[in-house]
């Protein structure tokens, strides 16, 4: 079983940077797995935001993202980070850490609960 625990989400003012971080554990092999940060604002569906696969090291954003966040991960530590510059009140969110097996998924596998990002004008 797989278990992902994201961790650094909080109240920043816009302008704001702010850095999550998901840890991984339950497997020995997250180097090939595709890591990547969703988000759901109230009353709207969760949403993609960053992938980054462990094979061929492939980045992916939303447009909405784009010049703002970078997606990076530490293999040894099994960690994925979402750094989050210029933060809008519009990336107000819960976000989400997933992983999958697979390069580039349409669906992953597993899940993390979220952490609250609040972003105040």
């Known amino acids: 079983q797989v278990q992902l625990v994201e961790s650094g989400g909080g109240l920043v003012q816009a302008g704001d940077s702010l850095r999550l971080s998901c840890a991984a554990s339950?497997?020995?092999?997250?180097?090939?797995?595709?890591l990547g940060w969703f988000r759901q604002a109230p009353g709207k569906e969760r949403e993609f935001v960053a992938a980054?696969?462990?094979?061929?090291?492939?980045?992916d954003y939303t447009e909405s993202v784009k010049g703002r966040f970078t997606i990076s991960r530490d293999n040894a530590k099994n960690t994925v980070y979402l750094q989050m510059n210029s933060l809008k009140p519009e990336d107000t969110a819960v976000y989400y850490c997933?992983?999958?097996?697979?390069?580039?998924?349409?669906?992953?596998?597993?899940w993390g609960q979220g952490t609250q990002v609040t972003v105040s004008s």
């Open positions: 997933a992983a999958s097996p697979v390069v580039r998924p349409k669906v992953y596998s597993y």
């Open positions: 339950g497997r020995t092999y997250y180097s090939s797995y595709t």
């Open positions: 980054r696969t462990g094979i061929a090291d492939i980045t």
